[in-house]
């Protein structure tokens, strides 16, 4: 059910944005100058209107993928250590249990 709706939401979608990049062909130069809109200094070459806002829609979505990353760091920091004294708590579990049972330790080596 739930892959059923998703396609009803996604298939519109991506069809509308597919006639709305066909409907955006004329070429546009981006100006980067804000005082001079007759001759800029800084201006790119005219290229598609599609294509400057697929470049810009992808650009904001790889920096929002990258702050999450970098916001995360502090969680998979923890959780790295979280891991760790997990492996070494369940060491010393097994060797606790050995003792108690009279057995040799069966210990696990690190990866």
Known sequence: M??????LIWAPA????VVFLAANRQLVAVSLDPFSTDEPVLQTPAI?????LT???????????F???VSARDKRLQAMQDRRAL???ERENQILAARSTGE???????S
């Open 104 to 110: 040799a330790p069966l210990i696990v080596a690190e």
């Open 48 to 52: 598609w209107l599609w294509f400057w």
């Open 67 to 69: 702050a999450t990353w």
């Open 55 to 65: 470049l810009f829609l992808l650009i904001g979505f790889f920096l929002g993928v």
């Open 14 to 17: 991506g069809l509308v944005f």
């Open 87 to 89: 492996k070494e708590l």
């Open 2 to 7: 739930g892959k059923l709706i998703k396609r």
